[in-house]
């Protein structure tokens, strides 16, 4: 999260001087955006954690009817956690926004903007982070560090320096501060993709361990 911060606020301070707004407004928005983004992702972060002795206990117990229920339930009550949170965002930007003291028109309208487009993929984010939480529950912390690391480092990061480059050609409407509040959606959602291979990769050795066609260290 450091090396990410440096690398936005360097980001903002570089295009937000481009932009209508300002360095110091663009550094001011992004400011409440990851306030927000950070209390919507913690209660997800708790219900990964919650399920993760249910995990490992049942793994361990070779109970794997009860892993593949428990990891299904931490992913639908995570989804549905984001869901709530991502419609409360999206139905009441502007008084977020204004709890936090903004009141500039501009800068509200930028902030709003950011914030509904940073939390795009938030329905679905909790899926991510439960699933790889669930492999270091289960004794496989490589693969958990391997998806931790492709949300916030491996995915974000070269995507924060390239959007801001590439998008405006694409899409002449946003300019290069735009683009970077999209790196956050498109990073989350390749990390999903990952995750998802992740998992069923995981579900169909869990049906091999079931019927004991392989063994695996408890």
Do not use: C
């Not at 001087?17 to 708790?46: E, K, Y």
């Not at 956690?81 to 009141?103: D, Q």
């Not at 998008?167 to 002449?172: A, D, E, M, R």
């Not at 990390?191 to 063994?215: A, C, D, Y």
């Amino acid at each position: 999260m450091a090396v990410v911060n440096f690398v936005i606020n360097h980001l903002l301070v570089q295009y937000g001087a481009l932009s209508p707004i300002g360095a110091d407004d663009a550094l001011a928005s992004i400011g409440v955006v990851q306030r927000v983004a950070m209390f919507t992702v913690l209660p997800l972060v708790g219900v990964a954690v919650a399920i993760q002795p249910l995990l490992g206990f049942n793994y361990g117990a070779k109970l794997i009817d009860r892993v593949r229920k428990t990891l299904w339930y931490g992913i639908a009550g995570a989804t549905v956690l984001g869901t709530v949170m991502w419609l409360v965002v999206h139905l009441f930007p502007e008084f977020i926004v204004g709890a936090f003291g903004i009141t500039h028109d501009g800068l509200v309208d930028f902030t709003v903007f950011a914030l509904k487009v940073q939390l795009l993929m938030l329905p679905f984010v909790g899926f991510q982070i439960v699933g790889s939480n669930y492999f270091q529950a289960t004794g496989q912390p490589a693969k958990s560090i391997v998806l931790s690391l492709t949300r916030q480092i491996l995915f974000l990061v070269p995507l924060l320096f390239a959007l801001p480059e590439v998008l405006p050609h694409i899409l002449p409407q946003f300019t290069g501060l735009d683009a970077l509040y999209f790196a956050t959606p498109m990073a989350d959602f390749l990390s999903i993709f990952v995750t998802v291979i992740f998992i069923i990769v995981e579900m169909k050795r869990l049906r091999k361990l079931e019927r004991g066609e392989i063994t695996a260290k408890f």
